[in-house]
Every structure is written in C-alpha cells, then in structure tokens.
C-alpha cells in the first residue's frame, strides 16, 4: 500500500505511516509547482507508477496551506483523481481550513467538501486556544468500525442520552480526549464578529 502527499506536505504523514507500519517508504511525495501547489500531471505519473509495480495507490493527502508557502493543493483535481483511482481523499486544512470563515479566501478550499477525511486546527489561522484540533469524517460510522472495542464496562447503551452519538471514546485509539471543540465554541461565542471582520 502506498499514499501520495505533496512533496511540501507536513512530516506527520511519515510519521503516521511510520506508526502504522507502513514505513515511511510508502509515503511518495508528489512534486509541486513553481507556486508550492501540488502538480497534478506529476501525482497522476506516480499513482501509474505504483500501479506497474504492483503496488496498491490507496490515499492522496492534499494539502490545504503548506506550513513554509501556505500553498493550497488543487482540491477538485485531486478529488476527481481519487474518484478515478478509488482512492481515499484526505485534505490536511490544520493550517488554512478557517480561509473557509472567510467570503474572500474560503475559494481556496473549493473541492474540500468532497473529501473523506479532514484535519483543521483552529488555534493556527483563527488564533483559538493551543491545543484545538478536529478529524472530520464524511462517514459517521467508519470510526467506530475500525476502533470500537465494544467495552461493557465503558460503554453502556442504556445512557439518558444517544451513547451511539456522543460517547466518542472508542471511536478513536485514546478512550478520553480533551474537549478541544470547547474552545473553539467558546471563541465564537465571545468573538465572532471580531474575527468575521479581521479574516475578511
């Protein structure tokens, strides 16, 4: 199994792959333009590539503001190419996912919306409170299909409220989190014209 990354995306890919045993071979990083952008003739050639080897072409992160350029990958590109290959779309917007608070830059992320997955971070662009992280999944039950333990002792069904939707322990590795989406609420609460005016 091989992924595809901008050869500008963020360390955390061979990291990841690294963690999962994949190793950080199978992590190829694509070539991008003269504009830090991701360059789609280039990922095409890798994804046929890794074809002809025999390997298995299974995701294409893109990237949504490279940490040194702040380029944005080409977004509807990359997502008709993964439709093409069959392949997991993932868009790493931790940096420039808040353009979409914005009427003027949130063009940039046209195409996100067709993602699978997506990572934002709204203590880079939008100044909430370090740490504040989200892992957006167009598919609200893949999480628990691939971390549930299904443990009893934790997890009882006969909660006053809908356990499916709100116990998110055993959706992910960790069973408890931080509730980083408390800042961020918090923030809008208190500050969202502020911050509407500032981005725009």
């Avoid at 500008?8 to 963690?19: G, I, M, P, V, W």
Wanted: net charge positive.
């Amino acid at each position: 199994m091989v992924m595809f990354v901008s050869e500008d995306a963020h360390y955390s890919f061979k990291k990841l792959a690294s963690f999962q045993g994949m190793g950080g071979n199978n992590v190829i990083g694509v070539k991008v333009d003269s504009r830090g952008k991701m360059d789609m003739g280039e990922l095409r050639k890798e994804v046929e590539n890794a074809l002809q080897k025999g390997q298995e072409p299974f995701l294409v992160a893109a990237t949504a503001a490279t940490t040194v350029l702040g380029a944005f990958d080409p977004l509807e590109e990359i997502a008709a190419i993964c439709t093409e290959y069959k392949m997991w779309y993932h868009v790493d917007a931790a940096w420039g996912g808040g353009s979409l608070m914005s009427q003027k830059r949130r063009h940039l992320l046209n195409g996100i919306e067709k993602a699978d997955s997506v990572t934002w971070n709204p203590h880079k662009l939008l100044c909430a409170p370090q740490q504040c992280s989200a892992f957006l999944l167009k598919d609200d039950k893949i999480a628990s299909e691939a971390h549930a333990a299904n443990a009893a002792y934790l997890f009882q069904k006969d909660k006053f409220y809908d356990a499916s939707k709100y116990d998110t322990g055993d959706k992910h590795i960790q069973c408890g989190r931080r509730a980083d989406v408390f800042k961020i609420w918090l923030m809008w609460k208190a500050k969202v014209s502020l911050i509407i005016r500032l981005i725009n």
